[in-house]
């Protein structure tokens, strides 16, 4: 059975590598986490596009069968070059089309917030696609989160300094939905719920991707598990390089003890 691919610059991506493990839980999977170049989200385009090229290409050549892109920073700025990258015969899922979808279903016509890196909210992807589909979109940079949870500081003073300093009250005035634009953030959501109003849904792409990815073609996900002559991990964790702070992150996240393997991203390809 080929595995899924999964990438994100570090451990935000295991909030939906949690999900799709969930969802098929006897699926194989790579994740990938490019730590030597976290954080995305404060990169340019054109390097965000360069990294993620790359990735996908040694998800490719591990004979991924579909690769998720778990970083909105990416999904909003380098989803074509994935794509390319990818080829045809593998399909790729980003994590904000299927958010759209989903918060427009629910919220069509209210007034919807979104959270996100620099890179992301910069693009504008979330604001056009949401206004499309009938939001309005509030929409707010909050640039530390990510890398303040990469390096382990969620559920604590730091996280709730910065969400105070980020999300101020005419931020939330009239919001029904808070869309989690990055997926670190979903380490610290409950934090975030307790200095949102009453009744304001927060939303992240966990979930959502994980059923956007059941709607692929069922022979993907049809094999049975042979478990296995080469006795390779059910799910491997490559990262580009083995830093502790994503080991940390990783097991804390996971609550057992997780194996990286570490993979350079050769650099002479150039952005
Ligand atoms: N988790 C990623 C995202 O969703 C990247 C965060 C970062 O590396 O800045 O954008």
């Known amino acids: ?34 730590t030597a170049h976290l954080p995305f989200g404060e990169k340019s385009p054109e390097l965000i596009r360069h990294y993620a090229t790359r990735i996908t290409k040694e998800l490719v050549k591990k004979d991924c069968a579909a690769i998720v892109v778990a970083c909105n920073s990416a999904s909003s700025n380098a989803l074509d070059e994935v794509r390319m990258a990818a080829g045809h015969s593998v399909p790729v899922i980003d994590v904000i089309y299927p958010v759209v979808e989903s918060v427009s279903r629910e919220f069509v016509g209210d007034v ?16 056009r696609l949401l206004a499309e589909k009938g939001c309005t979109v509030k929409s707010k940079v909050t640039p530390l989160l990510a890398s303040a949870i990469e ?43 307790r200095v949102l109003p009453p ?29 296995d002559a080469t006795h390779r991990p059910l799910r491997r964790f490559i990262v580009s390089d083995l830093t502790q702070s994503f080991q940390r992150g990783a097991e804390r996240f996971f609550g057992s003890p997780v194996i990286l393997e570490e993979l350079k991203l050769s650099e002479h390809e150039g952005p």
């Open 1 to 34: 059975m080929r595995p899924i691919g999964i990438f994100d610059s570090g451990i935000g991506g295991l909030t939906v590598a949690r999900a799709i493990s969930q969802r098929f839980p006897n699926h194989p999977l790579i994740y990938f986490g490019d």
């Open 112 to 127: 919807v917030g979104v959270i996100g890196t620099r890179a992301t909210i910069d693009s504008g992807w979330y604001q």
């Open 151 to 193: 390096e382990g500081f969620h559920e604590g003073r730091i996280s709730t300094a910065l969400i105070e300093e980020y999300l101020t009250d005419d931020f939330y005035e009239g919001i029904t939905a808070l869309v989690l634009g990055c997926t670190h953030y979903p380490l610290i959501s409950d934090q975030i719920q």
């Open 199 to 227: 009744g304001v849904k927060i939303v992240d792409s966990a979930e959502v991707v994980a059923d956007e990815l059941n709607q692929l073609d069922p022979a993907i996900f049809s094999e049975v598990v042979e478990l």
